[in-house]
């Protein structure tokens, strides 16, 4: 049962607490402002937070959890050597590489025992005409795998077929932004597009995936959304196969009057991106080490590849900003911490002022307890209201960010709470050394002061 005398008491000494702030609506604010401002920094730096993290889990759904990327390093040396015979022979030994191709994702399929899946791409800028309106585009050439890697979703159509892909058939997969751009307000399954000098038939359109400028930035990711994508061997068939170019072989030739010549290879690999997933995540640095060996190896201990572990790069960037989030959410503790001292300091000096009026209340009969909870009121009932104002001014804050910075946020009802819970404790604690202090006053003494 609940005692009833104690909630008459608690009822009546909250009733006084509201009629002395709003005597007092002036330093009652000034008062309650480091609360305001210290909930509405918790709020703030919380969204932040929560919008940061909702970051990284959308990168780690585009770039995958268990993947590896290899990209080629293009050869863009473009110099003419000296006449010098030690620089000459240097250049006379210099290894060949046959660069990154479709054997090499075959071969890492069939060596690396922890190798769930590999899709090979190739890129390439061009444009697409249809209706007579050219736009500029990225062909990309992919194998079924791709699809499944990058978390790609088909929303309307299919993924390609056996039959397109052993046979170089000119079908194509695009995305949601180029199928709005090409067919306004229609479907593009079925329908023809020419890419380049080829005609290509829609048989599928991806779901839209939403991706930052930022995640684009950092993580090399291109907008899936305005790709168009066919079959590698369509690619290598119907476009360009670098492989069975020879104008950028590294050839070395003799000039009459000077010293051999380098002639830059420029972009030799077959394909552009290789994209390795692993069957669990705790194996991608061993198989990152063996395949590159396996790697220079196949490329004649020529380091002309990168390898890159894009869950590692996210992580780290999340601990980066975790560390910061941390930082901003000990500089809005401390805001409160100093709203609480404001409060601690208010509640001592009006506990000087009303001193005759605490010496009147004992005189007629109320308790040390009568007096604590009184003074405790007011310290709560200040807290709790500038908690109020300062959730408020927590979430305008939070959309004023996001739409000023870019800054994504997201506002949480469990970061609300805890920070009007902690305004309400920093009241409670801050409001008793004021409390006990009037408690304390003899009341003969209290009735004598001025």
């Known amino acids: 049962m609940i005692d009833k005398i104690l909630l008459e008491k608690l009822k009546s000494n909250f009733n006084e607490a509201y009629w002395f702030i709003k005597t007092n609506k002036v330093r009652t ?13 918790v709020i703030t730096m919380l969204a932040i937070g929560n919008g940061a993290e909702k970051e990284i889990l959308s990168q780690l759904e585009l770039v995958g959890v268990n993947n590896i990327v290899v990209t080629p390093l293009p050869d863009l040396e473009d110099e003419t050597e000296s006449d010098s015979e030690e620089e000459t022979t ?61 978390n790609i979703h088909i929303e309307k159509g299919k993924i390609f077929t056996k039959y397109q892909i052993n046979n170089a058939l000119p079908v194509c997969i695009i995305g949601k932004k180029v199928e709005k751009k090409l067919f306004t307000g229609e479907s593009a399954l079925g329908k023809q597009i020419k890419v380049k000098d080829v005609w290509l038939q829609v048989v599928g359109v ?53 010293p051999k010549e380098r002639i830059a290879r420029g972009n030799y690999h077959q394909i552009d991106k290789l994209t390795i997933q692993v069957f669990n995540s705790n194996e991608l640095k061993a198989t990152a080490e063996v395949l590159s060996k396996l790697l220079k190896r196949k490329h004649n201990d020529v380091l002309d590849f990168e390898i890159s572990i894009p869950i590692q790069l996210l992580k780290q960037q999340q601990k980066t900003k975790q560390i910061f989030n941390i930082v901003l959410s000990i500089i809005a503790g401390i805001s409160l911490l100093i709203g609480g001292i404001g409060i601690m300091n208010i509640m001592l000096a009006s506990v000087l002022e009303r001193t005759k009026e605490i010496g009147i209340i004992r005189a007629i009969g109320a308790t040390e307890e009568d007096v604590i909870l009184q003074f405790l009121s007011e310290s709560v009932l200040i807290s709790v209201g500038g908690g109020i104002i300062g959730i408020i001014v927590g979430i305008i804050g939070a959309y004023v960010i996001e739409i000023v910075s870019g800054i994504e946020t997201v506002l949480s009802l469990n970061s609300i709470l805890l920070s009007f819970f902690i305004a309400v404790i920093v009241g409670l604690v801050f409001g008793i050394f004021p409390a006990k202090a009037a408690a304390n006053k003899k009341p003969i003494q209290a009735l004598r002061s001025e």
Request: charged share 25%; glycine share 6%.
């Open 206 to 258: 991806i779901e839209e995936k939403l991706i930052s400028d930022k995640a684009q930035e950092d993580l090399g990711i291109r907008d899936l959304n305005q790709d168009i994508y066919i079959p590698i061997k369509t690619f290598l068939v119907r476009y360009r196969d670098r492989k069975i170019i020879t104008d950028n072989l590294d050839v070395s030739r003799n000039n009459q009057n000077g």
């Open 29 to 41: 604010f000034l008062t309650a402002l480091g609360i305001i401002f210290g909930v509405a920094s």
């Open 90 to 150: 240097n250049n006379e030994s210099k290894k060949f590489s046959k660069g990154l191709d479709i054997l090499d994702a075959l071969s890492i399929t069939k060596t690396i025992p922890s190798v769930k899946v590999v899709s090979p791409e190739i890129i390439l800028d061009t444009y697409v005409i249809n209706d007579g309106k050219q736009n500029s585009v990225k062909l990309i050439g992919v194998s079924p795998a791709f699809f499944d890697v990058s």
